[in-house]
């Protein structure tokens, strides 16, 4: 069974004599090979020149004992690929922060996914190199965390006008999701069709919503991109940061695997979503930066929590740019070492 | 029954017409009036200097109808009187970060709470003015946030050098949390001391823990305040924000209130507390940017998911500065109309 098999095997549910592991954000800053290529050439450059997003997104998996690769690219090239103005100085600002009607008007719907084609052509390209061996995957943000974006015009720590646009005006509001699905869903399918074995759709922000909030303005849009996605063989991968109050509305995402944060513990997910459920992760990516012993003690940990049950392992959230390269190796390697009881 | 009566019956688990309310960082840069005063004096001045620090007190319980009044300081007071250097630029810089036993032993701590006396003399010219009518609270910050604060050297969006600290120096970890519980305790017993009628401690980061680590890492150093006040007569709040995966452990921390966010619904709380833990919370801060009609439906959403058991309204997390007043004034309002039906 090789990694490509072992990773969509997971997807689908089948039992394995050890889970899959990739890692989030594995492509980029943390890897010095990654920061001599950026020494060179911009972050935008890398993501929208597909020979540079490719030679990146390969890197990761050339070092490490990895079963999946991810594209190297952002979430953010939708909202630019929908007609807003995105810079990164380094952290995202985001030109002409959307608050009316009229700036709903202005965005590009049609046409937007297309002008996207760089990330098709370096999935391309990628898939070429890893052949069959490995898995590959594809992403997007989701509509929710890429309206925060949009609205509040870059990050926040309160979503205060994201939120306050929602409650004021959720026909408008409704609007400007509906098109960023639409989108994101053209995006989605098109990286597909480009080599990508399965997608992850990244919440990041959508935890920053009560569970009632939730149910009303975050799920319904990635359901709208889920049912898109349905017919097209590929797994989809729902991941919500903070998603451990949000479990039983997330389940019906129409994501087949669930991306678990690490605040809550896989065990109580189980118990909560039961065993047909998918599920990804959840190392806290602060413990690669504590010794071995505890980095292995930790993995197992979770394996224990799930076993039985398809899950792909994961950190809960992407790799922090400054993590010792042997933290990573020893949380890899633990995985790759590990084997069902049944199966030694 | 006046406020303050209201206050302490539902820390203490009394049936009442109506919950207390109040609003974590009522007083500060919400308010006009305060901002007018910022003009003329730094944040540091404002906290340092008692009579001001008590005329920013009583700014918002003049204003509002509020059930009770909080203290007007910093969490960071504590770090600063264990002899860190402490600066707003204006988010928090801490000086020579926490890494090494040098450092922890070079920690004020006996005298540190005493340095202090500058907010018990603000609490003692509050009480004056506020006489026995609205409740009084003192607060502090809880162990793990202030020392996320004291080892990264300032806010953090990832906390891996404090989580890096427990995992490869657990013994050092707890030399320097053991440090801050007792400079605290003390801290906080002074403030009860000089007429605080509760306090709160605020653990704003302990929810980036998962469960195995706040319970290991972060609950045990509140145990050891909360132990220690047990026996002032004062109610103690625990708040953690982004309590939802930690109730069961937060239950335990010796706190008779639990200080929920908004992440989780109250609801779903009480399933999992049971009725005899007191709660205080939790409309999302982002409400009250919202239209008046939804301020006081999801107002009453929350108390409706509360009815027969003690509570103590209030938002999920501290009001935003640019939160609309008229926001602000709908909340409060709706919670003091309100009437349990059998005393309608």
Not at 1 to 12: D, I, P, T
Not at 121 to 127: N, P
């Amino acid at each position: 069974m090789n990694s490509k098999q072992r990773f969509l095997g997971a997807c689908r549910g089948a039992a394995l004599d050890r889970p899959p592991v990739w890692i989030m954000r594995q492509a980029g800053r943390t890897l010095p090979e990654y920061n001599a290529v950026r020494q060179r050439h911009s972050f935008m450059d890398i993501v929208r020149t597909p020979e540079l997003a490719a030679l990146v997104t390969l890197q990761p998996v050339q070092r490490f004992p990895l079963d999946a690769a991810i594209i190297f690219s952002d979430i953010l090239v939708v909202p630019a690929a929908m007609g807003v103005d995105v810079q990164f100085v380094p952290h995202p600002v985001l030109g002409t922060a959307v608050k009316s009607s009229a700036d709903v008007d202005a965005l590009r719907v049609g046409g937007a996914a297309e002008s996207l084609g760089y990330v098709a052509e370096a999935l391309r390209i990628v898939r070429a190199e890893l052949g069959d061996e490995k898995a590959l995957l594809g992403f997007a943000g989701a509509p929710f965390t890429i309206a925060s974006y949009m609205v509040e015009g870059g990050g926040s720590k309160t979503y205060s006008k994201v939120k306050g646009l929602m409650y004021r005006e959720p026909a408008l509001y409704d609007r400007l999701l509906t098109a960023i699905s639409d989108v994101t869903a053209d995006y989605l399918a098109a990286q597909i069709a480009a080599g990508a074995d399965a997608v992850q759709i990244f919440d990041s922000w959508a935890g920053e919503l009560g569970p009632a909030d939730f149910a009303q303005f975050a799920l319904p849009y990635v359901q709208r991109i889920a049912g898109r996605l349905a017919g097209l063989g590929a797994p989809v991968i729902y991941y919500v940061n903070g998603v451990g109050n949000l479990l039983e509305h997330a389940k019906a995402s129409g994501a087949g695997v669930l991306g678990i944060d690490w605040r809550v513990e896989l065990g109580e997910v189980r118990r909560r979503l039961g065993s047909a459920t998918v599920v990804q992760g959840n190392l806290d990516p602060a413990v690669l930066f504590g010794p071995k012993e505890l980095i292995r003690a930790k993995t197992y940990e979770i394996i224990s929590q799930t076993t039985g049950v398809s899950h792909i392992l994961n950190l809960g959230h992407g790799v922090q740019p400054d993590t010792p390269l042997e933290g990573i190796e020893t949380f890899v390697q633990a995985v790759v070492d590990w084997r069902r009881p049944e199966h030694e």
